[in-house]
């Protein structure tokens, strides 16, 4: 397929992701979509008049020829929903861009994709978390750091990670013919060769401030885990913790001093189970169940010979989601809410599973498991 005909979709008013996402789950080949009459296209899509006379009349289209040279000249990727190398943990979220430009030499879908986010102002603190754990995380294989180029933390996370020689990738809230802010240019230059810069953003977008809401759930959606290291009770790291949450990705967060402002967003993630505390690597592997090899993820765990009928069903049902939510693991069973409250606390005392923000649960590793039996 011509790429020329997703860029050409998302240059049509009115039709934002989750428009572009329902025609093409509908199998409609987007070519032949171009080609449909005004009366097709609101008869067969049921477009509304305004957007099917702007697919119709086709003015967007010199200006989808003009990106194409601009990407081809400069050697970006332009990489569609149904690109094999479109980021496969964004591709799960329902408000995906349709079309992301990439320009880097990182693959984007490492086996392990960490969000760094927080506040502009940057304490000593936690200048010191970021360089700790980014020093840390050196050995670790196949990891991607993601952020957003922005002052403070953001900026912090990609230095520190290319300081370590981990891959760091920042979403940008503007188009690629441009780096925003300016004095980041350098930094940004060293990532093409560790990393790269990614946007939704056509060029000519300028850095408007309605633009980042939109970067916050591409850094959200492209990780496994969101980081929140520093951050006010106001502003994008948590607005980017929120959208985590929704996607039902894990969020952590550093806790900070009760009296320090630049504390008060982190502390309000943990108070309100919007995020798991962790102190460093240690905790964050523990959470994600990275101290085991991504082999042993993937294999059926062994569970101990003791547990009771409902247990090893709630168990695998739990396993075989990777994460679930109370609500739908009592549509599944069918039990009465006070028997799953009793068999997910038997199931966390026997360190079997794990309790995440937003009332739902994850199954521990193997490796956690053969140390309870051998305790018990």
């Known amino acids: ?20 996402r329902h025609i093409i789950d509908q199998g409609h080949d987007l070519a032949d979509l171009f080609a449909y009459s005004k009366k097709d296209l609101m008869q067969i899509l049921g477009i509304r008049e305004p957007i099917a006379e702007a697919i ?8 989808c020829e003009k990106e194409l040279a601009f990407i081809e000249k400069h050697q970006i990727q332009a990489l569609w929903l149904e690109d094999e190398n479109y980021p496969k943990r964004l591709r799960q979220c329902e408000d995906a861009p349709l079309v992301v430009y990439y320009k880097g030499n990182q693959p984007l879908n490492s086996a392990k994709v960490i969000s760094i986010v927080g506040t502009r102002h940057a304490t000593y603190y936690g200048q010191k978390i ?4 980014l020093e840390a995380m050196n050995c670790t294989k196949d990891t991607l750091i993601v952020s957003g180029l922005a002052y403070g933390i953001d900026a912090l996370a990609h230095r520190n990670a290319l300081k370590n020689n981990i891959p760091t990738v920042a979403v940008l809230g503007h188009g690629l013919d441009r780096i925003y802010p300016a004095s980041h240019r350098e930094l940004a230059t060293k990532m093409l060769d560790q990393g790269g810069l990614l946007t939704e953003f056509t060029s000519n977008t ?25 951050a006010a009770i106001k502003g994008g790291a948590l607005i980017t913790a929120e ?74 049902l739990i396993q075989q989601k990777g ?32 309790a995440l923000p937003g009332k739902r649960y994850k199954t521990a590793g193997q490796t956690e498991i053969q140390k309870n039996q051998l305790i018990s």
């Open 1 to 20: 397929m011509k790429l020329i005909y997703p860029i050409a979709l998302t240059k049509i008013k009115g039709i934002g992701p989750r428009t572009a």
């Open 56 to 63: 119709y009349n086709k003015s967007y289209m010199s200006a």
């Open 130 to 133: 970021c360089e700790d754990l």
């Open 206 to 230: 300028l850095p408007e401030r309605s633009n980042f809401p939109m970067r916050n759930r591409i850094i959200a959606g492209m990780a496994d885990v969101t980081i929140v290291v520093e």
């Open 243 to 316: 959208i985590a949450n929704s996607y039902n990705r894990d969020v952590c967060a550093f806790p900070g001093a009760v009296y320090e402002k630049s504390s008060e967003g982190t502390n309000y993630l943990i108070k309100t189970n919007r995020a798991h505390m962790i102190r460093g690597l240690q905790d964050l592997e523990y959470l994600m169940n990275w101290e085991i090899s991504t082999k042993a993820v993937d294999q059926q765990l062994s569970l101990p010979l003791t547990l009771t009928k409902d247990q090893q069903l709630l168990f695998t």
């Open 323 to 354: 994460q679930l939510e109370i609500d739908h693991m009592i549509d599944l069973t069918k039990w009465p809410q006070s028997k799953l409250a009793l068999i997910l606390l038997e199931l966390e005392m026997q360190s079997l599973i794990h």
